[in-house]
């Protein structure tokens, strides 16, 4: 069984940095789609970086387009999301999630990390 352990929140000022990592274990394949998904405090969670397995640019959400990165490195089976620029509007719990599927809609994410939480506040 596949098991993601998220690591890197925690509480920045605006334009501040931060990168989060997405650390996996128990299954050995790097044919996952992959993405982050976020839940700021009274909202719904939002998609808001994949890679999908087969390939292809990743995609962004438009409130972080620009200011975030999303990689791979599958030597050590990690994903990280590398995040600039942050701004109060990007508090929330940050999740990792894997698929078999092509798509990166949250609702075909199989296996969920438990979050870490990203405050932004001056």
């Known amino acids: 069984q596949l098991q993601l352990v998220e690591s890197g929140g925690g509480l920045v000022q605006p334009g501040e940095s931060l990168r989060l990592s997405c650390s996996a274990s128990?299954?050995?394949?790097?044919?996952?789609?992959v993405g982050w998904f976020r839940q700021a405090p009274g909202k719904e969670r939002e998609g808001i970086s994949c890679?999908?397995?087969?390939?292809?640019?990743?995609n962004y959400a438009d409130s972080v387009k620009g200011r975030f990165t999303i990689s791979r490195d599958y030597a050590k089976s990690t994903v990280f999301l590398q995040m600039n620029s942050l701004n109060t509007e990007d508090t929330a719990v940050y999740y990792c999630?894997?698929?078999?599927?092509?798509?990166?809609?949250?609702?075909?994410?199989?296996?969920w990390g438990k979050g870490t939480l990203v405050t932004v506040s001056s």
């Open positions: 999630a894997v698929s078999l599927h092509a798509s990166c809609s949250e609702s075909v994410m199989e296996y």
């Open positions: 890679i999908s397995r087969i390939g292809g640019a990743p």
């Open positions: 128990g299954l050995g394949s790097n044919y996952w789609t």
